[in-house]
């Protein structure tokens, strides 16, 4: 299962552990993404599971 963090750095400034989403399966964490649609697509990818904070969708 692939699990994409769009914004990583504002649910998680540092003080918490991606660990346990990694044991689900295979994590990217984009500290930022830029409200680009074509970026936030491609950072998307073909993830199961996406994860967003200030990043529209």
């Known amino acids: 299962m692939k699990i994409v963090v769009l914004d990583g750095h504002t649910l ?3 003080d ?3 660990e ?11 500290d930022r993404t830029q ?3 074509e970026v936030i ?5 073909d ?3 996406i994860f967003t904070n200030k990043t529209p969708l």
């Open 12 to 14: 998680n400034p540092g």
């Open 16 to 18: 918490l552990s991606w």
């Open 20 to 30: 346990k989403l990694k044991r689900i399966g295979a994590l990217t964490v984009n």
């Open 35 to 37: 409200f680009n649609n």
């Open 41 to 45: 697509i491609e950072g998307i990818g």
């Open 47 to 49: 993830a199961e599971i």
